[in-house]
């Protein structure tokens, strides 16, 4: 078996791996999510990971049902579940009950999640001046336009 692969060339392989679009947009986003949180525990926000920054991230400002939360982010209802408990206990969101369907729990920023978000914008701004120092303003125009791009044409296919 060992002797199939004495003619790849992984040099070449591990090159290609490192370069291909797939794998810097994952490390950009990475990059991006891991600078955010550092900068959001700075601001008082410790103890939360990079998994309820992203339920955060998807919860809508009137609320969100369980449900909804676990399609957006590709995860089990229990998964949800489980981040929504650890971000109840932290404070930042609470369980009401569905006004339209009394079986279902809609959740809702608390006061703290309400600064979480503003504490959030201000990180988000700051980070984008960072990019803009690197790219300059035209290049962050391009980044934008260009991945907004990708994306439409990516979903309407």
Do not use: C
């Not at 700075?42 to 939360?69: F, I, P, V």
């Not at 590709?74 to 009950?97: F, P």
């Not at 079986?103 to 600064?115: E, F, M, P, S």
């Amino acid at each position: 078996m060992a002797e199939e692969f004495s003619t790849v060339d992984r040099a070449a392989i591990a090159a290609l791996r490192e370069q291909h679009i797939g794998r810097l947009l994952l490390n950009a986003q990475r990059n991006y999510s891991l600078q955010a949180l550092t900068k959001l525990r700075e601001r008082g926000h410790e103890g939360l990971s990079l998994a309820h920054t992203n339920l955060l991230a998807h919860l809508d400002l009137e609320g969100t049902r369980l449900t909804t939360l676990a399609e957006r982010m590709g995860v089990t209802k229990q998964a949800i579940g489980n981040l929504v408990g650890e971000l109840e206990a932290k404070s930042y969101v609470r369980r009401e009950v569905d006004p339209h369907d009394r079986r279902a729990a809609v959740i809702t920023y608390t006061a703290a999640g309400w600064g979480f978000l503003q504490d959030a914008h201000v990180v988000k701004r700051e980070i984008e001046a960072e990019y803009i120092a690197v790219l300059g303003e035209q290049g962050m125009q391009e980044l934008r336009q260009l991945l907004g791009q990708l994306v439409r044409g990516v979903a309407d296919e």
